[in-house]
């Protein structure tokens, strides 16, 4: 039996306090391919009364986990990095997309963007991500002959 990315997601999303306290809201998933959104609220700002960075790479890390996971085995991320373009308000809505670059055996590389309700690129997000052998699901045994 196949599983669905969305089965995969759903799994990942149940035990993802973070995601979950972020607001995350998945639009799209496919093995090496997510849309997610979420909003930008109040406790998240940092002294600037402006969001706190780590927003902005949670939510990239959260879309670029997802497409990597989607794919059926269990990936952790191995390097990321974020170049952030305009400072993300309280009330911001965000979007971010994320694509597959490579996947290899062990290691997946994705990019994401993040842009806000008025189509501003925001953010860049670059992630590496360590696949092993673990399934999320394992594959049912069929019955013999």
């Given at each position: 039996m196949t599983h669905s990315?969305?089965?995969?997601?759903?799994?990942?999303m149940s035990n993802d306090r973070f995601?979950?306290?972020?607001?995350?809201?998945?639009?799209d998933?496919?093995?090496?391919?997510?849309q997610l959104q979420m909003q930008v609220t109040a406790?998240?700002?940092?002294?600037?009364?402006?969001a706190h960075g780590g927003i902005a790479f949670s939510l990239a890390d959260s879309c670029c986990s997802f497409a990597v996971n989607a794919h059926g085995r269990k990936a952790v991320s191995?390097?990321?990095?974020?170049?952030?373009f305009k400072a993300?308000?309280?009330g911001d809505a965000l979007t971010c997309v994320c694509k597959e670059e490579s996947l290899g055996?062990?290691?997946a590389t994705y990019t994401a963007e993040i842009s806000n309700h008025e189509g501003q690129r925001v953010a860049l997000f670059k992630?590496?991500?360590?696949r092993s052998e673990k399934r999320w699901i394992e594959p049912e045994e069929t019955a013999g002959d």
């Amino acid at each position: 039996m196949t599983h669905s990315a969305q089965q995969i997601i759903d799994l990942m999303m149940s035990n993802d306090r973070f995601s979950q306290w972020l607001g995350i809201r998945v639009v799209d998933v496919m093995p090496g391919f997510c849309q997610l959104q979420m909003q930008v609220t109040a406790e998240m700002a940092n002294g600037f009364s402006i969001a706190h960075g780590g927003i902005a790479f949670s939510l990239a890390d959260s879309c670029c986990s997802f497409a990597v996971n989607a794919h059926g085995r269990k990936a952790v991320s191995a390097e990321t990095s974020i170049n952030q373009f305009k400072a993300l308000q309280v009330g911001d809505a965000l979007t971010c997309v994320c694509k597959e670059e490579s996947l290899g055996k062990k290691l997946a590389t994705y990019t994401a963007e993040i842009s806000n309700h008025e189509g501003q690129r925001v953010a860049l997000f670059k992630g590496t991500y360590y696949r092993s052998e673990k399934r999320w699901i394992e594959p049912e045994e069929t019955a013999g002959d």
